[in-house]
C-alpha cells in the first residue's frame, strides 16, 4: 500500500479559497510486472498554508472493504474498496497526528495520537 500525493497535487490559489490538495492511496501487485489494482482519490481542503496530509498509518478491514487512512490533524477517514468514488467517511476523534490504527475482528477500532490520546471505537457498518 502507497500513499503519495499527485503530481498536480496543489491548487493554490489567493484569497479565501485557500488550497486543495489531492492524495491518492493505491494497492500494487508486484508479481510478475507491477501492476495496480485499487485506487482512491483523498482530496484535502483547507483555508490555511498548511493543509492536513496523511501520516502514512493506514489499515483494511478484515474483510478488505473499508481503507482507514489518518492524518496529521487527528482526522481519519475510512474509504470503501468497493465504491472509491464513494465520498469517504470522516472521524474526528483526535486534536494531534494519527499515530496507530487497528482492527478487531468486529468493527472495533483502536486509534491513537501524537499526544498519547487512545481511543477505542465501533465503526458504523
Not at 484535502?44 to 478491514?61: I, K, Q, W, Y
Not at 482526522?75 to 476523534?93: F, G, K, M, Y
Not at 483502536?110 to 498519547?116: E, K, M, N, R
Request: aromatic content about 6%; glycine content about 8%; overall charge negative.
Amino acid at each position: 500500500m502507497h500513499i503519495d500525493e499527485a503530481a498536480m497535487s496543489v491548487d493554490c490559489v489567493s484569497g479565501d479559497r485557500g488550497c486543495r490538495l489531492e492524495y491518492f492511496a493505491e494497492l500494487w501487485d508486484i508479481k510478475g510486472a507491477p501492476k495496480r489494482v485499487w485506487h482512491a482519490r483523498l482530496e484535502r481542503s483547507a483555508t490555511t498554508h498548511e493543509p492536513a496530509t496523511p501520516t502514512g498509518v493506514l489499515t483494511f478491514d478484515r474483510a478488505g472493504g473499508r481503507l482507514l487512512v489518518g492524518f496529521d490533524d487527528g482526522e481519519i477517514r475510512v474509504v470503501s474498496t468497493a465504491a472509491v468514488d464513494a465520498p469517504p467517511r470522516i472521524e474526528r476523534l483526535h486534536r494531534t497526528a494519527i499515530t496507530t490504527l487497528s482492527l478487531d475482528a468486529g468493527n472495533g477500532v483502536f486509534s491513537a495520537d501524537a499526544a498519547g490520546e487512545q481511543r477505542i471505537w465501533m465503526m458504523a457498518k
